[in-house]
């Protein structure tokens, strides 16, 4: 999958500043990007929209495990 790199990265509203578990989210056109503040070099998980869009209505509704 093709990399994008954001304009505007936006930070988690449900990221603390504690232990260092930020996360930043960032789109162009139709993908969104995800990284780690902490690791920002590491660079970033790339998903179509539509399939973020997917995974974030799972989290939100607590159907994700680990």
């Known amino acids: 999958m093709n990399?994008?790199?954001p304009r505007n990265w936006r930070k988690?509203?449900?990221s603390g500043s504690e232990h260092g578990n930020c996360v930043?989210?960032?789109s162009d056109r139709d993908k969104v990007a995800i990284?780690?503040?902490?690791?920002r070099e590491a660079g970033a998980i790339t998903l179509p929209a539509a399939h973020f869009a997917t995974l974030l209505a799972a989290?939100?509704?607590?159907?994700?495990?680990?």
Do not use: F, K, N, P
């Open 35 to 39: 990284r780690d503040t902490a690791a």
């Open 59 to 66: 989290a939100r509704q607590g159907s994700l495990t680990l």
């Open 12 to 14: 988690a509203s449900h």
């Open 3 to 5: 990399q994008i790199e």
């Open 24 to 26: 930043e989210a960032g």
